[in-house]
């Protein structure tokens, strides 16, 4: 029986090939639109989910982290008095059964800085050097000199501010902040060094001091931030509600609340690769039973022979299927082996430089890069074979319902 | 003591309906006997294919019984039929008989793989039918570069293969020339008596029907004649 079965579908598969191979010039331009199809999908996809994923990046990498913590009333009144403590061993305790890359405590306060000509107002952000590992903060170019330490006295400021200041490395400026007592006090700080960044909103706005030495001046030992950043790209399922257990008196922000447009998009974007792999396919299908439904017709005779002479009804249907299973494959392949041609071609990223204000409103790298994302590449697999199904579908069941003898006469 | 092989009861076939029916056959009623070589005569119209195309299991008729082997085919399914149509009668139509993506020994060994053979077993039954029709030589030809009278004979070496009980040829010699025909009628004969195959042949071809041992004359669809040529 198992060599019977063989026997029929080593036939099925020999026609197949013949017939298709028949219909060369036909079956080329069909073949060669399937690999277009599969590889405008995965190629756009690839890059659409590289965008993704540099959002994401952009956004935790940018002093958000995963997860920040504040006090309850921290987020809509940013000030120190806002703070929450400081326990390092309990934080470190507490966060021992999370898989973290780590987390860094900061002071993030409103502020205002004057030079000998210009003043602006900026967000101060007070950390320990030692925990910005996790953060861009690490990798910032300086020239100059970043912070030794949390208890170092200098500030660092961003290039641009620091031409909006009209100021050098190595001056003093002045920042205006309120205390603990949400009293007004001016305090002097030289400048260290200034940093270069993609975004010139954060080169404007932000600027970095010891998180030690502010305290000091704030008169408090709080921190208004704890920022945690997972060894994962996104939070982890179950890391918000443990993060949440662990610590039940501080509000805890994950990166989607943090900014919901960018969260939005985000989602939007899953959509999106389902969308467009829609309607590629959708248009694709079109073509495919198209060429099906002549390819029966062309070979109504043939048809009627066969199945005079005893070829069973399944057996028709397999064959008009296995046709377009082999057209769909072999576009499959040939689809995934342009994709990646095409994916090293665009390995160093598509520069969008030119459009550096859009892309920084994107929170996107002024490049961007494809990352392939293997669930992607399965749901074009099963898709394709899928559609090589429905496509092939009707065009077999016209073949099956062909009456033999009229199609001899046909 | 003959056996009949297959029994035609009262068959009519009506095609269409209303003022657009057809009768193709009037209340025919005849038996052929295993072994015979029996040609249907008539002139075009007469209802030879129809008669045929009812005996093969390609078509049933609106009254009336067919039976094969004493198993009536108006009882069978349509899968039934395919089976039967596959394992135990051969077809050779009058044109368009072999499949054009396949060379003849392929189309030869369709059959096989339809029955399902194993390759070895395929392989030799395929050459040693080809080499008894002298079909050798073109074997691995393609089927669209064979001559009409080399076509028709890898047609009956394609019906021949799976050792049928019955042969149909549907106006065979209708493609060929006076020696190709005879030629053909030649190895139909010699299938019918080496191998003892039952041959029913549907012809208005006086050649063809030389050959033959009964001949079975119709006309308006009705039997008016049926005489053995002995």
Request: charge should be negative.
């Amino acid at each position: 029986m198992k060599q019977g079965l063989f026997s029929q579908f080593t036939l099925i598969f020999q026609l197949g090939v013949r017939n298709l191979w028949r219909q060369r010039r036909r079956n080329t331009i069909l073949l060669v639109s399937v690999i277009c199809a599969i590889t405008g999908v995965v190629v756009l996809n690839s890059l659409i989910r590289g965008m993704q994923a540099q959002m994401v990046d952009q956004v935790v990498y940018n002093l958000n982290g995963h997860i920040t913590l504040h006090a309850p009333d921290y987020r809509s009144d940013p000030a120190i008095t806002r703070g929450f403590i400081e326990d390092s061993e309990a934080f470190t305790r507490k966060l021992e059964s999370v898989k973290l890359a780590g987390w860094a405590s900061r002071i993030k306060i409103p502020a205002v800085v004057m030079s000998e000509r210009e003043t602006r107002g900026v967000q101060i952000v007070a950390l320990d050097p030692a925990q910005e590992h996790i953060s861009i903060v690490a990798d910032l170019p300086v020239e100059g000199t970043f912070l030794a330490s949390s208890e170092d006295n200098r500030i660092v400021l961003g290039r641009a501010l620091l031409t909006q200041l009209r100021t050098k490395i190595g001056h003093r400026i002045v920042v205006v902040m309120q205390d603990i007592d949400s009293k007004s006090i001016e305090v002097g700080f030289q400048i260290a060094g200034v940093y270069d960044s993609d975004s010139e909103g954060m080169e404007k706005h932000v600027v970095f001091v010891g998180k030690h030495t502010l305290q000091q001046f704030l008169g408090s030992e709080s921190i208004t931030e704890l920022s945690l950043r997972f060894n994962t790209r996104l939070i982890p399922p179950d890391g918000l509600e443990a993060i949440s257990k662990a610590f039940p008196n501080l509000e805890v922000v994950d990166w989607k609340n943090i900014d919901p447009i960018l969260a939005f998009m985000y989602e939007s974007v899953n959509a999106m690769v389902y969308i467009w792999l829609a309607i590629v396919f959708t248009a694709l299908v079109f073509g495919l039973m198209n060429t099906f439904i002549t390819a029966v017709l062309e070979r109504t005779q043939e048809i009627g022979l066969c199945k005079s002479m005893g070829m069973k009804s399944s057996l028709v249907l397999y064959q008009v299927v296995t046709e377009s299973l082999i057209i769909m494959l072999l576009g499959l392949i040939g689809g995934l082996l342009l994709s990646w041609g095409v994916l090293q071609l665009l390995g160093d990223g598509i520069d969008l430089s030119a459009f550096a204000a859009g892309v920084e409103m994107l929170n996107l790298a002024p490049k961007i890069r494809p990352a392939v994302v293997w669930q992607d590449i399965n749901i074009v697999i099963v898709a394709t074979i899928f559609l090589a199904l429905v496509a092939s579908l009707y065009p077999a069941i016209r073949a099956v319902r062909l009456d033999p003898l009229v199609a001899l006469k046909d | 003591m003959t056996i009949d092989i297959l029994r035609l009861s009262n068959v009519s076939r009506v095609y269409g309906k209303d003022a657009t029916q057809v009768r193709a056959l009037t209340d025919v009623s005849l038996s052929i006997a295993e072994g015979e070589f029996v040609s249907i005569v008539g002139p075009s119209g007469c209802g030879k294919s129809t008669i045929l195309n009812m005996m093969g299991a390609l078509d049933q008729p609106t009254q009336g019984e067919v039976h094969f082997d004493g198993d009536s085919l108006s009882e069978m399914s349509r899968g039934e039929l395919t089976d039967l149509r596959l394992q135990k009668f051969g077809f050779v139509f009058q044109a368009f008989n072999l499949l054009p993506v396949l060379t003849a020994a392929e189309n030869v060994q369709f059959i096989l793989q339809l029955l399902g053979f194993a390759r070895r077993e395929r392989q030799s039954r395929t050459e040693a039918v080809l080499d008894a029709l002298g079909l050798a030589d073109v074997a691995d030809r393609p089927a669209t570069e064979l001559s009409g009278g080399q076509q028709q004979r890898v047609a009956i070496a394609r019906a021949l293969v799976g050792e049928p009980a019955l042969l149909f040829a549907d106006e065979p010699s209708a493609n060929l020339d006076s020696t190709s025909t005879r030629e053909l009628c030649e190895l139909l004969r010699q299938i019918n008596s080496d191998r003892g195959i039952t041959v029913i042949t549907a012809t208005h071809d006086p050649l063809v029907m030389s050959y033959t041992s009964r001949s079975i004359h119709l006309e308006d669809g009705r039997v008016v004649e049926d005489k053995s040529n002995l």
